[in-house]
């Protein structure tokens, strides 16, 4: 069974940083792309960001471009985003998204929990 | 950029009815388009890819239609456990992998 489990989300105020992660089971992890997809309280989905199976390609919305980092770590099976510079508009819920395949361009075949963000001073 | 379009915005809709639900893409996104349920307090289930393919474990009264710019998410005769938000997704142009705006579905 595939979980994805998401952590690393608080309080934090806007211009700090914060990093989160995604823990990856029940799958060959290198074997697919990873996703963080947002959604603000009572507001729709948003993709943030997406990395390929062996870290080559990587895309952001440009709402995160430039502030947001993803990366991977296939031996840990993890996912990460580092986030930094952090705006009041970037409170939402966070979620690790398993792609349906190793390139970026992919469906969001298992979700996470999420994991929540504030920024607030 | 990409820009998908989804409508109504909110479906009302009585239980054993069939829910028409409409996903409009600002360019051709031939077939890769993914529908998603999302009920609340949860995180969104892939109901639907390839615009007509069930997802594993889907019943089959949720069925996928369209392709290029028009999908069609159809929900045949709504259960109680249907009613939630539905979201489009396309995945043939990035960055960005877009979403719509969501459908709610509710009780009428």
């Known amino acids: 069974e595939v979980q994805l489990v998401e952590s690393g989300g608080g309080l934090e105020q806007p211009g700090r940083s914060l990093r989160l992660s995604c823990a990856a089971s029940?799958?060959?992890?290198?074997?697919?792309?990873m996703h963080w997809v947002r959604q603000a309280p009572g507001k729709g989905l948003e993709w943030v960001s997406g990395?390929?199976?062996?870290?080559?390609?990587?895309g952001y919305a440009d709402s995160v471009k430039g502030r947001f980092t993803i990366a991977r770590d296939n031996a840990k099976n993890t996912l990460y985003l580092q986030m930094n510079s952090l705006r009041a508009e970037d409170t939402a819920f966070y979620y690790c998204?398993?792609?349906?395949?190793?390139?970026?361009?992919?469906?969001?075949?298992?979700w996470g929990q999420g994991t929540l963000v504030t920024v607030s001073s | 950029e990409m820009v998908m379009t989804q409508s109504p915005a909110t479906l009302s809709v009585s239980p054993g009815e069939r829910a028409t639900l409409s996903c409009r893409a600002s360019?051709?996104?031939?077939?890769?388009l993914a529908w998603y349920q999302q009920k609340p307090g949860q995180a969104p289930r892939l109901l639907i890819h390839?615009?007509?393919t069930r997802a594993t474990g889907i019943p089959a009264r949720f069925s996928g239609s369209g392709s290029g710019t028009e999908f069609t998410l159809t929900i045949s005769s709504l259960q109680s456990e249907d009613f939630a938000v539905y979201y489009c997704?396309?995945?043939?142009?990035?960055?960005?992998?877009?979403f719509g705006g969501g459908t709610k579905v509710e009780i009428k």
């Open positions: 390839s615009a007509s």
């Open positions: 997704q396309q995945y043939n142009n990035w960055p960005p992998l877009s």
């Open positions: 360019q051709s996104v031939g077939s890769n």
């Open positions: 029940g799958f060959t992890f290198d074997d697919y792309a």
């Open positions: 998204a398993k792609g349906n395949r190793i390139a970026v361009a992919s469906r969001f075949d298992s």
């Open positions: 990395i390929s199976w062996n870290s080559g390609s990587i």
